[in-house]
């Protein structure tokens, strides 16, 4: 369990369709994410700080928000406040010159492979993300649980109808370890994605890839 890219192409030989979620996993998107949130949650004198961003990370953004407002009883619009943050997101992927992680870059070469989305995060983001990187043709489908109101969970369970692969065909790609274990219970090879909010936690999978 390393980053050896020799040693995951090996793992991954054969297989027809690579599956990856999005924030944490493409990229360090999440570092981008968590300070738009603060910027915009500045006027309530609110700062996210590692501990509640590892709490949150994962969930659905209406979820988050409900989980924000709670945590520090404060109230404000959902949709004003996504329209900023988004904004605010956005520009720092571009001032930042965010990029993919290298392996991705990597991965994306092999013309065998179908690549496809799975996310929790609204589909205009993605397609905002992938544009400004130029790689939204690389991706065959991208899934919004979000856009779509459907849970991650249950796409994974499903994963044959919704991309139309055989299970043994596919490799998941991801950073939290609830839909790891959900595609190693449903014998999908799955790569855990470790970054700074996920340390030490991705243990349901075939093999971990270290970003740091």
């Keep these: 369990m390393n980053d050896n890219i020799e040693d995951l192409n090996s793992l991954l030989k054969s297989k027809k ?8 996993t493409l990229a360090d998107t999440e570092t981008l994410h968590w300070k738009a949130y603060n910027v915009c949650l500045k006027r309530f004198n609110v700062i996210l700080k590692e501990k509640n961003i590892k709490k949150y990370i994962g969930n659905q953004e209406t979820s988050i928000y409900k989980m924000i407002k709670e945590d520090f009883n404060i109230i404000f619009d959902e949709k004003d406040f996504f329209e900023e943050r988004i904004k605010h997101y956005l520009q720092l992927v571009k001032s930042e010159n965010l990029q993919p992680f290298p392996y991705v870059l990597k991965l994306l070469e092999n013309s065998d492979v179908e690549f496809n989305i799975l996310s929790s995060n609204r589909l205009p983001v993605l397609e905002a993300v992938l544009n400004i990187w130029g790689l939204r043709k690389k991706f065959n489908k ?11 969970s249950d796409v994974i369970y ?18 939290s370890n609830k839909y790891l274990n959900i595609g190693k219970i449903n014998k999908i090879t799955s790569i855990g994605i470790e970054h700074i909010y996920n340390i030490d936690t991705l243990k349901d999978c075939d093999y971990v890839w270290k970003t740091l």
Excluded: P, W
Aim: proline share 0%; net charge negative.
């Design 142 to 152: 991208i899934i919004s649980a979000a856009t779509n109101n459907i849970e991650k």
């Design 158 to 175: 499903n994963i044959e109808q919704y991309f139309n692969f055989n299970k043994r065909d596919i490799v998941l790609f991801e950073d």
């Design 17 to 24: 369709m690579y599956l990856f979620d999005f924030d944490g």
